[in-house]
């Protein structure tokens, strides 16, 4: 075979191994271009079905939340409509007997025990806890001198009470002159606290972690003892403990255990004078003496207490096994006059 043979035979080889060659590569970026195509479409198919699922959880959620508050509020309805009714029949039904006297006297004597429970509600259980706020003290209009006798009495240590009410105080105020014990932004902000005084008013009694001196345990410890919701700032004698009882005006050590002692006696408070009458009998004073004290006494306890439960806060909480947060629903009612239940506040 001669040359010039020889090298148009290598050349056409070459040609077809090129060509060969060219067409692999061709299925080659081909095939990767495809490759990725189902890569992109399956990351796309992949967000669709991320977010499909997550707004499928948001709209069960608001369904459970809907579901939830709907079964408190029916369950708020419910006992508010148990209330009146029993306001209403009360007098009416009541016969001689001691417990319906005293029902007569305060319809909703005891009703920290005769309206808590459970409640049924299409399907839902919602449990109600009822408090007579009249044995408790509103954080908000409470004075500092009576924050201060309430702290130092539940904590042993008026030293301490003494800086945490002027701390409660500042938090409340709407001025930013902290008082010497106290503090305002400026003293929160030096300390590296993120939560800062509101100048105004505490939501929850929860809230009174942040204030100064306000420690966790010291929380837990008055808790029992406070509320930030009632309208009515009065005291009721014949529910209120020991520690709430001596933050009010014209109150004394005597007058304290006679009340303490008529109540563990089955007996009824029935006026202040008849309390404070009491007391000036057992501490040996003759009929008549100091009759000017007295009626001051008599006069600065009445500016702040009564003898009867007035506003109740009911906590309604939805029991639901399919729903990982429960619902609350906090509610306050107040006794009128008229005799009718009043919703005062009701709060999610």
């Known amino acids: 075979m001669s040359d010039s043979t020889s090298g148009a035979t290598n050349r056409a080889i070459n040609r077809a191994v090129n060509r060969a060659a060219q067409r692999t590569r061709r299925r080659g970026v081909a095939m990767l271009a495809a490759l ?106 409470i004075n500092e001198t009576e924050i201060r006798q309430l702290f130092g009495f539940v904590l042993n240590d008026y030293v301490r009470a003494d800086a945490i009410a002027q701390a409660i105080t500042d938090w409340r105020d709407l001025d930013e ?50 509320n930030a919701h009632t309208f009515n700032a009065r005291v009721n004698l014949n529910s209120a403990p020991e520690a709430v009882l001596r933050t009010l005006p014209g109150m004394s050590d005597v007058i304290v255990a006679q009340i303490l002692a008529m109540r563990s006696g ?31 006494v008599e ?8 003898v009867d439960t007035r506003d109740l806060q009911l906590e309604l909480v939805v029991r639901d096994t399919l729903n990982a947060q429960s619902t609350r629903l906090l509610a306050v009612l107040q006794r009128a006059n008229s005799g009718r239940v009043v919703l005062r506040l009701q709060q999610w």
Do not use: C, K
């Open 36 to 141: 990725w195509l189902v890569v992109i479409i399956a990351t796309v198919a992949l967000q669709f079905s991320l977010t499909a699922h997550e707004r499928r959880v948001l709209g069960l959620n608001a369904s459970d939340r809907a579901r939830g508050r709907a079964a408190a509020t029916g369950a708020l309805a419910t006992m508010m409509a148990r209330m009146d009714y029993e306001l209403r029949t009360r007098s009416v039904t009541g016969g001689a007997s001691a417990v319906n006297a005293l029902r007569s006297s305060d319809p909703w004597n005891d009703a920290d025990s005769l309206y808590s429970g459970s409640v049924a509600v299409g399907g839902a259980t919602v449990d109600v806890r009822a408090v007579d706020l009249g044995a408790t003290l509103n954080i908000n209009l």
């Open 177 to 226: 002159l902290p008082r010497v014990a106290g503090g305002e932004r400026a003293e929160y902000l030096r300390d590296g606290r993120l939560v800062l005084p509101a100048n105004g008013t505490f939501r929850s009694v929860d809230d009174l972690v942040h204030v100064m001196g306000v420690t966790p345990e010291v929380l837990a410890l008055v808790r029992p003892y406070l």
């Open 266 to 296: 089955g007996q009824r408070i029935t006026s202040v004078a008849s309390v404070v009458g009491s007391a000036q009998q057992q501490a040996g004073g003759p009929r008549g003496e100091n009759d000017g004290a007295r009626s001051r």
């Open 299 to 306: 006069r600065a306890i009445s500016s702040r207490a009564n």
